[in-house]
């Protein structure tokens, strides 16, 4: 690491190589700024965030894990009242380890969780095994041209995760995403399976898990085009509220809907417990 500041009391971690900064914050290993040119930010950042403890910071790059969004039934036998996205994003993670080599700056952080809502409970019948403590990691490797963003857990279990990235962007009518596909299920409309154009335009509430996205997309907005690629992922969600439902959102400000979209790679089946190595590459192709 390069220097570490507080941002609203909250640590935050600097990592630079060459002209290129990133700024993660220990609370939620949250990716907050991703630099690659001097004044050229490709995230974005709510003036509205929360900044302490149990909210989730709004923007950057959320870590959603071991579900995303609600806890799918599986996940959570129990019915409890969980919250939306897991339980990463409002933990203190730690620095485990940072170097500097001549062709990149990295730095790793982890998070030990001991709770899931899905483990064994013991009754006063059944005795449950004793609660394992999982651990969580986020590398973060920034060349002179790319961020990679990369989420693991070497435990086999049933586990979710996304990597929720904000990206910023300047006009969102002439906001595209290209190449991700044409399938998805819309959580807009009730999950309804919908085929459509395969370039991705932003007039309306969106809401879309593509479960067969492309693991190389384009974002192109007036702003800039930046490349996103994936790997270890089998969904990619693209969201952007839209005016109304940007209003119910307290720490969105009226117009904030049109400066992002989300495009989050994703982990979601449950069909497996495989170990989790989920990754993001972003890169500035042009501005
Ligand atoms: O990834 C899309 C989504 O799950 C949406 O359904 C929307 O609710 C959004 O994430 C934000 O969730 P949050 O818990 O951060 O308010």
């Known amino acids: 690491i390069t220097g570490f500041a507080h941002l609203h009391d909250l640590p935050c971690y600097l990592l630079s190589f060459g002209e290129a900064k990133v700024v993660v914050s220990s609370y939620g290993a949250q990716v907050l700024s991703y630099q690659p040119k001097p004044d050229q930010e490709l995230l974005w950042l709510s003036p509205l965030a929360v900044w302490q403890q149990q909210q989730p910071i709004r923007g950057?790059?959320?870590?959603?894990?071991?579900?995303?969004?609600?806890?799918d039934s599986k996940?959570?036998?129990?019915?409890?009242?969980?919250?939306?996205?897991?339980l990463v994003r409002t933990r203190h993670w730690t620095l485990q380890q940072s170097r500097v080599?001549?062709?990149?700056?990295?730095?790793?952080?982890?998070?030990?969780?001991?709770?899931?809502?899905?483990q064994a409970k013991s009754t006063p019948t059944n005795k449950a095994e004793p609660t394992k403590t999982t651990e969580l990691l986020l590398s973060l490797r920034l060349t002179a041209t790319s961020l990679s963003i990369n989420l693991s857990c070497e435990q086999s279990l049933l586990q979710q995760a996304a990597l929720h990235s904000y990206f910023k962007v300047d006009n969102l009518a002439q906001t595209q995403v290209n190449g991700i596909g044409e399938h998805y299920r819309d959580k807009v409309l009730q999950n309804r399976l919908v085929t459509a154009d395969p370039d991705l335009r932003f007039n309306k509430e969106i809401d879309r898990i593509y479960s067969h996205a492309a693991a190389e997309l384009a974002l192109n907005s007036a702003l800039h085009q930046v490349a996103i690629t994936q790997q270890g992922f089998?969904?990619?969600?693209?969201?952007?509220?839209?005016?109304?439902?940007s209003a119910?959102?307290?720490?969105?400000?009226k117009d904030s809907y049109q400066q992002f979209v989300c495009v989050e790679s994703a982990r979601l089946d449950l069909s497996s417990e495989a170990p989790l190595c989920l990754t993001q590459f972003i890169s500035l192709q042009q501005s």
């Open 60 to 71: 950057g790059v959320p870590v959603c894990w071991p579900w995303f969004g609600s806890a």
């Open 248 to 253: 119910t959102i307290a720490d969105l400000a």
């Open 101 to 118: 080599t001549a062709d990149y700056s990295e730095l790793c952080l982890s998070v030990q969780v001991k709770e899931f809502p899905y």
């Open 75 to 86: 996940l959570n036998p129990q019915q409890q009242s969980l919250p939306n996205h897991g």
């Open 234 to 245: 089998d969904s990619t969600v693209v969201w952007n509220p839209g005016e109304a439902r």
